[in-house]
């Protein structure tokens, strides 16, 4: 089976949906019977980005396809007439719930590139059964179109290997409107403790103290490890990986409550309401009081995360439609 993957994420992000990619083609490259193509349209920058949104997904993607037993699509931008079976998946509909977080072009093809990737699409994957619930609130998707493919976590996140020196919390996290990185440095200063912020830059004039940069990954464990605990009061997340990310090396976790990121820390974590900075300085404070219960809880509910398992549930939809 030749299956074309789109890996044009790859050349835009390092983190969640780059992370989606590169852990499933760990995971299924090699496998007996799958042939991978990797399809990219490469280049950084505005002018790059509006090419490929613009051409490349619409149409060039559709001609590359005619070869190809399936193709996957890993983030909703798709081609118009693809030739081939097509699997899209939607990470989240930020864009459509949240748009005036997103840069103007971005909101503008984003929300048409979305309604038609998903009315196109054989069938859709969707990270999370938020992501999964949104689909069909929003855009009147039925389930059995939809398959729920959870991230995974990385092999570097563990407990073992070396901590970041201090004492501080951690937020991780692209610096944008929607990861409420204002919140966290407001209920850090509440609960008196120092913030560190690991993520790339982003728009809406988001600058924040403590901003670390973006860290490799190595760097980003040992940040985690060392933390007292991984802040994560998002707005808007169709999964949230940094939540499982910090369970994995042994840090307590507080995030918001409802949505995706409740979902996927599953009991694990500190739960509060993102939009009060109050509300997360009591979360630090009493993730301090539970650490070793919520470590213990939080590397139970990370392993049940894994690129092999996504891939297993990937693998098998492919062949259904090929």
């Known amino acids: 089976m030749r299956v074309g993957i789109d890996v044009s994420p790859l050349v835009q992000t390092r983190a969640g ?11 299924l490259a090699g496998r007996p019977g799958l042939e991978l193509v990797g399809l990219e349209a490469g280049g950084t920058g505005r002018v790059a980005s509006v090419r490929r949104d613009a051409l490349w997904y619409p149409f060039r993607l559709g001609h590359a396809s005619a070869e190809l037993d399936v193709l996957h699509c890993t ?17 989240d509909l930020g864009v459509l719930r949240h748009p005036s977080a997103f840069p103007r072009w971005h909101r503008f093809s984003g929300s048409l590139a979305l309604r038609g990737g998903v009315r196109t699409a054989d069938a859709i994957v969707a990270v999370s059964a938020f992501t999964r619930d949104e689909l069909v609130e929003l855009l009147d998707v039925p389930v059995d179109r939809i398959r729920i493919v959870p991230n995974g976590v990385d092999p570097v996140f563990t407990m073992g290997g070396p901590a970041a020196d201090g004492d501080y919390v951690l937020a991780v996290g692209t610096l944008e409107p929607r990861k409420n990185l204002v919140g966290a440095v407001e209920a850090a200063r509440l609960a008196g403790v120092e913030l560190r912020v690991a993520g790339a830059a982003g728009w809406g004039g988001v600058a924040v103290a403590g901003w670390v940069g973006e860290p490799g990954d190595d760097e980003l464990a040992a940040l985690m490890r060392g933390a007292r605990c991984l802040v994560y009061p998002s707005l808007y997340e169709g999964f949230g990986l940094p939540v499982l990310e910090a369970m994995a090396c042994g840090t ?9 990121t409740e979902e996927v820390a599953g009991g694990a974590a500190v739960l ?28 139970a509910r990370a392993s049940m995360f894994t690129w092999r398992r996504s891939a297993d549930l990937v693998e098998d939809l492919w062949r259904e439609l090929a």
């Open 17 to 27: 949906t780059a992370r989606h990619v590169l852990g499933l083609l760990a995971e």
């Open 75 to 91: 983030t909703f931008r798709a081609p118009v007439s693809p030739r081939a079976p097509l699997v899209v998946t939607v990470h």
């Open 252 to 260: 307590p976790v507080v995030t918001s409550r409802g949505g995706a």
């Open 272 to 299: 509060v309401d993102p939009r009060d900075p109050a509300s997360i300085a009591a979360g630090i404070e009493q993730a301090a009081r539970q650490r070793q219960t919520l470590t213990e809880l939080g590397l």
